[in-house]
């Protein structure tokens, strides 16, 4: 009987979930928050613990799942196994309790940019051949025991090659026994599948760093342009690979500094924009949505994408103005988040309940929009204050 | 005594996304096919599917 009832609240949530991400009026405002290192904090463990055992952080998320009530979540939204940076060496990670203090998030880290990981004389073998280069070239470079085409094998590179790629299968092929726990325990959806980045934030994030990839826009920028372009298909490819076969989920688009004051208005339309909207339109071609998980302001840009068919993506505030984005997209697009992580970190759980419910007036008023954080919440986030967003969500927004 | 081909240590002249060694390329360093190429493709296509992946992932994932 118990597995019955957890199957109806599943069936539930999926249907309240999918139809405000597709736009529509939902029984009531469906409560999504993407929950990384906050799991840890309330499950009472450290951020090592979730980052170096993925097991940890599948308990740490099902169980908050599970207290919470919550609609829908990401199985893991910390993400990195650190396994895996481990048995390769990578370079651009670091991860807590090993360098870190255990009690930090894993880190990036960029290079200098003398020190890029990907040198301005390589845009054409990029561009010939994206996935040569990573084998041959960025692979190598990025992480210490593999050894770059063409030099002396070593018993690690070997080693590191074939423990990265078990590392990988394992991880990933856990994720579908993870999806069904929190369906079966506690009902709740999961709540994205695939993968999904800008072509233009591959180049800046990974290869040529951000400030490498902003003087090539002056200096080289039909290089980026073709880079970009190479990249495509690529992004795409994943982005379909690993989205949901059901496509009730979607596809996430994870932003970064392809936006202004990052780039110029005409950087952006000439770079950013014609390598990104053609993977959208295509992923929407295909039946599946993609979440723009806008990270930093992108207001700049919302009439860009307004030209994308309305329902293909969902507009995820982090720093914009939810309020002003439901104004200027909402015709066409779900918004979700725009509870600022400030005030979850910060505030109280009163100023929470009094921001949650201007949300839900002018936001959710219609339908189309879905409860969470600006931002993926990480430890600092206070554990009362995301239990008032949740109830009074839940209470307070009912159709 | 079967005849092994000479495996070739040439990069693919054409990497589709998807692929890290496409089957073409792999066909060629095969010996004589004397059973059911579908089957041996499809199996081949599936693995470089999962190679390709890891690459891919490093990048865009982590």
Known sequence: ?399 | MTQESKTSNAQPQCRPAGTVVPWPDQRRDLPEMTGNEQLVERNWTEIDAWTYAFLWHCVVSF
């Open chain 1, 1 to 399: 009987m118990r597995a019955e009832a957890t199957e109806r609240l599943y069936q539930e949530r999926l249907a309240r979930y999918t139809t405000a991400l597709r736009n529509g009026k939902p029984d009531r405002v469906p409560i999504r928050p993407f929950v990384a290192e906050f799991t840890a904090k309330y499950a009472g463990m450290d951020c090592q613990q979730v980052t170096q055992d993925y097991r940890l952080a599948f308990d740490a998320a099902a169980r908050c799942a599970a207290d919470f009530d919550w609609d829908a979540i990401v199985p893991n939204m910390v993400y990195l196994w650190g396994t895996i940076p481990q048995v390769l060496g990578t370079r651009y990670l670091a991860v807590p309790g090993v360098g870190l203090p255990r009690d930090t998030g894993f880190q990036y880290c960029e290079p200098q940019e003398d020190q890029a990981w990907m040198k301005p004389d390589e845009y054409d073998a990029l561009i010939e051949d994206p996935t040569g280069y990573l084998l041959n070239v960025w692979m190598p470079r990025t992480n210490r025991y593999l050894v770059g085409d063409g030099q002396p094998n070593t018993w690690r590179n070997n080693v590191a090659w074939l423990q990265g790629g078990m590392a990988v299968m394992q991880y990933f092929s856990a994720f579908g026994g993870q999806i069904e726990r929190l369906r079966r325990e506690c009902g709740t959806v999961s709540a994205i599948a695939g993968i999904l980045k800008s072509p233009f934030d591959i180049l800046a994030d990974k290869f040529r760093g951000y400030i490498g990839l902003t003087m090539d826009l002056f200096e080289r920028p039909e290089k980026v342009l073709a880079a970009a372009e190479a990249l495509m298909p690529h992004m795409l490819h994943i982005a379909l690979s690993t989205a949901d076969p059901n496509k009730q989920v979607p596809i996430t688009i994870w932003m970064h500094r392809g936006c202004v004051p990052f780039v110029s208005p005409a950087q952006f339309e000439r770079f950013f924009w014609p390598t990104l909207k053609p993977v959208i339109e295509e992923i929407w071609k295909h039946g599946h949505q993609t979440l723009f998980y806008a990270e930093g302001q992108w207001h700049h840009h919302w009439q860009h994408f307004r030209e994308l068919p309305a329902g293909s993506i969902i507009y995820h505030c982090d720093r914009d103005d939810v309020f002003a984005a439901k104004r200027a997209l909402g015709d066409r697009f779900a918004i979700s988040g725009g509870i600022p992580n400030v005030l979850l970190s910060f505030g109280t759980p009163q100023e929470v309940r009094d921001f949650c419910k201007r949300v839900i007036d002018e936001v959710a008023v219609d339908g189309g929009y879905i409860m969470d954080a600006g931002a993926i919440m990480q430890d600092d986030t206070r554990i009362e204050n995301i239990r008032a967003m949740t109830e009074f969500t839940r209470e307070y927004g009912v159709y």
